[in-house]
């Protein structure tokens, strides 16, 4: 019996394999890939000499792959030419000028980061680009971690009366090559080069803005191999550094801090003396400390904190509270809104910041902010002059501040 079942199975088992329809090979299309169709048209003869600058002509003509490229056009590439040089090319200069300057002064690398941040891995016609708020992160070429491929820098394109790519209005849509689209901005939307925190320690201005960061948590990292867990009262100087975050950050420089330190020290000398020469002359001394008075215990570590927790912009679900929105000076309309804020994640019903941006043509030129307390903390909500931004559009790689004239009061 066991004879017999040994060759029932050997029998059993050595029938053919079964014959399986061979997998057809793709079709992909011919014709002008997305590089090729910018060199056949003499309007974008610029951009496509930084495309070759960078060396990415057989990447974005390839026909196996599919891209969006935010392109722009020999106008635009007029103004990036310019402003890159220093003005050596002046506006008006010969088309060979500006040429040169592409072809042999532009670094090969500024221009591959360039052309890469510009590129989208998938074809996305402007039709299927979203017009909500906030607007929606696509990856870009540019990898941001090496052991992490698919975590790309984001760029932030967003369809509307007017259309941007972050904050550079769009010109034209839709320009078809074989292997994906051409949307056209109104000059080169570049990559940003450092964190928020590099970009925010090298302002002159925001000292004290610094200062209460290190008050509100720490100005170590504390995500370290002894210390794998973030720690929540450390987390805001974290994130600034963090470069696969995505964040909006209101600032307010050192005028805007002196004013709330007088305002506060003033309002409890006077209410402790009744003196107003009392109350000045203790003010006053307390501006002549620095951003040094932030770290005092003139002032309490939860006061400072949420202060700044109302300064970075948040989205708010029924589970959590987090920073992960670029608000750009264009995203905000000319009519006022109000946007979240991690204060929320304490107080849940909070409004948030209020916030309207004046506009020239299609850019923005400023914003207006308001908080919703008054100064000094607390009361009726505040109705007051809104803080102004003194510089827009500050772009990081994980994220854009705006530097403000006031500082904002959650209550």
Do not use: W
Not at 77 to 97: E, H
Not at 125 to 130: E, L, R, T, V
Not at 198 to 214: D, K, Q, V
């Amino acid at each position: 019996m066991l004879i017999l079942g040994a060759l029932f199975f050997l029998t059993s088992c050595n029938k053919d394999l079964e014959q399986l329809d061979p997998i057809p090979k793709p079709v992909y299309p011919t014709g002008n890939g997305v590089a090729a169709t910018l060199a056949a048209d003499t309007s974008y003869s610029f951009y496509s000499a930084m495309i070759t600058r960078a060396g990415l002509t057989a990447t974005l003509n390839d026909s196996t792959k599919s891209f969006t490229l935010f392109a722009t056009d020999n106008a635009g590439m007029r103004l990036f030419v310019t402003a890159q040089s220093g003005g050596l090319i002046p506006p008006g200069s010969p088309n060979a000028a500006y040429l040169g300057f592409i072809s042999g002064t532009l670094p090969v690398a500024s221009a591959a980061g360039i052309v890469q941040y510009n590129t989208v891995g998938q074809k996305v016609p402007f039709s299927a680009i979203g017009n909500a708020f906030p607007n929606y992160p696509y990856p870009s070429e540019i990898i941001l971690d090496a052991t992490q491929p698919f975590v790309r820098m984001p760029i932030f394109p967003a369809r509307g009366t007017t259309s941007y790519v972050n904050n550079m209005p769009v010109t034209a849509t839709d320009k078809v090559a074989v292997n994906g689209v051409i949307h056209t901005t109104y000059s080169v939307v570049a990559p940003p080069q450092a964190t928020l925190r590099a970009m925010i320690a090298a302002e002159p201005t925001l000292s004290y803005f610094r200062a209460a960061i290190l008050r509100a948590d720490s100005a170590a990292d504390v995500i370290t191999p002894s210390h794998p867990v973030l720690d929540s009262t450390k987390f805001l100087n974290y994130l600034l550094g963090y470069g696969v975050t995505n964040m909006t950050v209101l600032a307010p420089n050192d005028a805007a801090f002196q004013t709330l330190v007088f305002g506060l020290v003033y309002a409890q000398a006077f209410a402790a003396t009744g003196s107003v020469a009392i109350a000045t002359a203790q003010a006053t001394a307390a501006v002549a400390a620095g951003p040094a008075f932030l770290s005092t215990n003139n002032v309490t570590t939860a006061l400072v904190k949420g202060i700044i927790a109302y300064h970075f912009l948040a989205t708010q679900t029924t589970s959590s509270v987090t920073p992960n929105i670029r608000v750009f000076s264009n995203n905000i309309p000319a009519t006022s809104i109000f946007i979240k804020t991690l204060v929320n994640a304490g107080i849940a019903a909070h409004p948030g910041v209020s916030a309207q941006a004046s506009y020239t043509g299609p850019f923005a030129t400023s914003i207006a902010f308001k908080g919703y307390g008054t100064f000094p903390p607390g009361g009726a909500p505040y109705s007051g002059p809104a803080a102004t931004t003194v510089a827009i559009d500050k772009h990081a790689v994980n994220g854009v501040y705006h530097i403000i004239n006031g500082v904002l009061l959650p209550q």
